[in-house]
């Protein structure tokens, strides 16, 4: 019942079967047009922005275009007055969700009192939900570890997500790794930690009136098929953006048969009014470029097609010709 109740409120255009992670320096706007091509169903997720870049930063870090949607802002804080604020604004811009960030476990998110730190301050965290979505009436969401340090017991992480499901967050992305604080980078974070996925399968047989994602290591099709057997949603991080051909496969795999499976030189042609638009506002072609190089995996003249933008798109006056040459190298 309580499922229902969930499904019913969120926009008909909202999808958390299938989204692609907040990855810093990648999600980007530019990044987010690219991986539309490709889907219209996935939800995309920005970088994590934090409320501090939002509220006081000149440079607006809620840009983004609407045809991008659904697409969610990631937010890391841990004021709750600060991430109201915030989300009121989102909410406002047009985004279809909040996530909060309780994952990254980078020296710099913890000094931020952000991140995956928050794992220890459930109720702090539940404090932040709950401004949250008394302010907004899209859902607030949170992404979170299996567990930090020597945190990492079943019984803990289901205390955290009872606390944080009480204060009205109905819907959780739990990346099947526990994180180190210390000791680890976040890219060895995403790695040595081993994968745990039976713990987020078991979250949702204990959560059965929750929306349950699971993330960390799935990179095909197949195994996003057989984890949705068991929880509500996957997320894909890097393989979607390294092969964000994988993107071109998800409607038709996960929400309708009758969609077309979207190629990768289509995708690709789909941007070009999109990279004319940004040029003819200053923006500089790699910008955008640098998003699309892992376009063609697998594909005859992939190398090339990487090299000719890696050695041109950066150039002064770089254009659409640039794209298209290096288009010409990819056979048919």
């Not at 019942?1 to 706007?29: C, I, N």
């Not at 990492?152 to 992305?173: M, R």
């Not at 210390?182 to 994968?195: D, H, M, V």
């Amino acid at each position: 019942m309580e499922q229902k109740k969930l499904t019913e409120k969120q926009p008909h255009f909202y999808r958390g079967r299938f989204s692609v992670a907040p990855m810093l320096d990648w999600t980007t706007r530019h990044c987010r047009y690219f991986h539309r091509q490709f889907s219209q169903h996935a939800l995309l997720y920005t970088e994590m922005v934090t409320t501090g870049a939002i509220i006081h930063a000149k440079y607006d870090h809620l840009e983004f275009d609407l045809v991008e949607n659904p697409v969610a802002l990631q937010l890391g804080g841990s004021d709750p007055d600060q991430l109201q604020h915030c989300a009121r604004l989102a909410e406002q811009r047009g985004y279809q969700e909040i996530n909060l960030n309780v994952g990254c476990p980078s020296d710099r998110v913890q000094n931020g009192m952000f991140g995956a730190c928050l794992m220890a301050k459930a109720d702090l965290v539940a404090q932040c939900v709950e401004q949250m979505q008394s302010a907004v009436n899209i859902p607030v969401t949170v992404k979170t570890r299996i567990g930090i340090d020597d945190l990492d017991s079943y019984e803990f992480l289901c205390d955290f997500v009872e606390k944080v499901a009480n204060a009205g967050c109905q819907e959780l992305i739990i990346h099947a790794r526990k994180a180190w604080l210390s000791g680890l980078s976040p890219k060895e974070n995403r790695e040595i930690p081993p994968l745990d996925y039976d713990r987020v399968y078991q979250l949702k047989r204990d959560f059965p009136q929750l929306w349950i994602s699971i993330n960390g290591g799935i990179k095909t099709i197949e195994e996003i098929q057989a984890h949705l057997n068991y929880v509500d949603g996957v997320m894909v991080g890097r393989e979607a953006y390294q092969n964000p051909s994988l993107l071109g496969y998800i409607d038709q795999a996960l929400f309708d048969p009758q969609s077309p499976i979207v190629r990768p030189r289509e995708a690709v042609e789909k941007m070009f009014p999109y990279i004319e638009q940004q040029l003819s506002q200053g923006v500089h072609l790699n910008h955008i470029t640098r998003h699309m190089l892992g376009a063609f995996q697998h594909c005859k003249g992939a190398r090339q097609w990487r090299r000719h933008l890696s050695e041109n798109a950066h150039k002064a006056g770089a254009g659409i010709e640039v794209v298209e040459q290096a288009l010409a190298f990819i056979g048919e």
